[in-house]
């Protein structure tokens, strides 16, 4: 069988489907599987084990989509999945030339219109759970293929990294914590000065010093955390997704707000204190029980929205105690013994 699984974006919505991926290779291991998505993406793609084919989709033009579709075109697939709900993933699917094309009920739909371009769905049609994770929403879509699983799995190789093996050297295998202060979205970056003194608790309490990651233009942003941490903290070096993945395979912990490090960290098993505020950490957040969220999403009026309406920003009332005592859940009991504190030490 040949399937192709259309999810072009964005960084934590991919690492989400990549548990369908990984089921529909346990259940079908001679499948090809390919994967289209948008080329400034492809990096966790390429860490998936279970791929056989990734086409980048280069850029909005018409003369991409059209490069793409015709590399897609290369292999008869028995069936493509739209893991996007989109009208544009929806469009590609179908010029996919795939003999069915799958996607989500109406109700499941991020683009309603989306809905005509699919010959069938793969679930009931019901209106899903508040609560739902995404995860389990692309898993249900495999029933399409006689798959009916939620088992999640994220095969996501290891990679070398000078980053990592930095962090390695200097303060060891789970001695240090990630903070993440970045987001694309304004509304969901809690101010950098909290994440600080996060960092200096971390230290005091935990004996953990911490690294600030950072992307494009969050630069300055983790110079702030650090500014506020009493010398806690450090800026991450500049860092690929593989060595974010290896950087958080050595991680003690990630603090961060719900954005595609704080998603990479909890595919590769990462403990996590996540702070939500216009996203539902039901359906987005970290997935497993254990992992501790800091949410404002029932009292948040801006749901989804990439900016908030509001006089009062739901984040702001998030305390850094709140934080603090997340971590102490998260946490094991005690700090460990003989952790380094920084390069420095003996």
Same mark, same amino acid.
């Given at each position: 069988?040949?399937?192709?699984?259309?999810?072009?974006?964005?960084?934590?919505?991919?690492?989400?489907?990549?548990?369908?991926?990984?089921?529909?290779?346990?259940?079908?291991?001679?499948?090809?599987?390919?994967?289209?998505?948008?080329?400034?993406?492809?990096?966790?793609?390429?860490?998936?084990?279970?791929?056989?084919?990734?086409?980048?989709?280069?850029?909005?033009?018409?003369?991409?989509?059209?490069?793409?579709?015709?590399?897609?075109?290369?292999?008869?697939?028995?069936?493509?999945?739209?893991?996007?709900?989109?009208?544009?993933?929806?469009?590609?699917?179908?010029?996919?030339?795939?003999?069915?094309?799958?996607?989500?009920?109406?109700?499941?739909?991020?683009?309603?219109?989306?809905?005509?371009?699919?010959?069938?769905?793969?679930?009931?049609?019901?209106?899903?759970?508040?609560?739902?994770?995404?995860?389990?929403?692309?898993?249900?879509?495999?029933?399409?293929?006689?798959?009916?699983?939620?088992?999640?799995?994220?095969?996501?190789?290891?990679?070398? #990294?000078?980053? !990592? @093996?930095?962090?390695?050297? +200097?303060?060891?295998? /789970?001695?240090? *914590?990630?903070?993440?202060?970045? $987001? =694309?979205?304004?509304?969901?970056?809690?101010?950098?000065?909290?994440?600080?003194?996060?960092?200096?608790?971390?230290?005091?309490?935990?004996?953990?010093?911490?690294?600030?990651?950072?992307?494009?233009?969050?630069?300055?942003?983790?110079?702030?955390?650090?500014?506020? #941490?009493?010398? !806690? @903290?450090?800026?991450?070096? +500049?860092?690929?997704? /593989?060595?974010? *993945?290896?950087?958080?395979?050595? $991680? =003690?912990?990630?603090?961060?707000?719900?954005?595609?490090?704080?998603?990479?960290?909890?595919?590769?098993?990462?403990?996590?204190?996540?702070?939500?505020?216009?996203?539902?950490?039901?359906?987005?957040?970290?997935?497993?029980?254990?992992?501790?969220?800091?949410?404002?999403?029932?009292?948040? @009026?801006?749901?989804?929205?990439?900016?908030?309406?509001?006089?009062?920003?739901?984040?702001?009332?998030?305390?850094?105690?709140?934080?603090?005592?997340?971590?102490?859940?998260?946490?094991?009991?005690?700090?460990?013994?003989?952790?380094?504190?920084?390069?420095?030490?003996?």
């Amino acid at each position: 069988m040949n399937v192709l699984i259309v999810k072009l974006g964005a960084l934590g919505d991919i690492i989400h489907a990549i548990p369908a991926a990984a089921a529909l290779r346990s259940a079908l291991p001679d499948a090809r599987i390919d994967w289209v998505v948008d080329a400034k993406h492809r990096g966790i793609l390429d860490l998936v084990s279970v791929l056989d084919r990734i086409v980048p989709i280069e850029g909005r033009t018409l003369r991409a989509w059209t490069e793409a579709v015709s590399r897609v075109r290369q292999t008869r697939y028995d069936v493509a999945l739209d893991l996007q709900g989109l009208m544009k993933s929806a469009v590609l699917a179908r010029a996919s030339g795939a003999a069915r094309v799958a996607g989500f009920s109406i109700w499941h739909l991020r683009e309603k219109s989306a809905r005509p371009f699919y010959s069938e769905t793969g679930d009931s049609g019901a209106a899903p759970p508040d609560d739902e994770h995404v995860i389990y929403k692309n898993l249900r879509l495999l029933r399409v293929v006689g798959i009916d699983t939620r088992e999640v799995a994220f095969p996501i190789a290891r990679v070398p #990294s000078a980053a !990592a @093996a930095e962090a390695g050297a +200097a303060y060891g295998a /789970g001695g240090f *914590a990630l903070i993440n202060a970045g $987001a =694309a979205w304004p509304n969901k970056r809690w101010p950098p000065g909290r994440f600080g003194e996060v960092a200096a608790f971390l230290r005091e309490i935990r004996g953990l010093p911490s690294l600030v990651l950072w992307g494009p233009g969050e630069q300055e942003l983790a110079w702030q955390v650090v500014e506020a #941490s009493s010398d !806690a @903290a450090r800026v991450a070096p +500049a860092t690929t997704i /593989g060595d974010l *993945a290896e950087l958080s395979r050595l $991680a =003690a912990l990630v603090v961060s707000g719900d954005t595609g490090p704080l998603q990479i960290a909890a595919a590769v098993g990462t403990p996590a204190v996540a702070i939500f505020g216009p996203t539902n950490p039901g359906r987005n957040g970290p997935w497993s029980p254990d992992d501790v969220v800091v949410s404002r999403y029932p009292s948040c @009026a801006c749901h989804y929205d990439r900016r908030c309406h509001n006089a009062a920003w739901c984040l702001e009332s998030v305390t850094v105690a709140e934080v603090c005592a997340a971590i102490q859940q998260r946490l094991p009991a005690a700090p460990r013994p003989g952790v380094k504190t920084g390069a420095n030490d003996d």
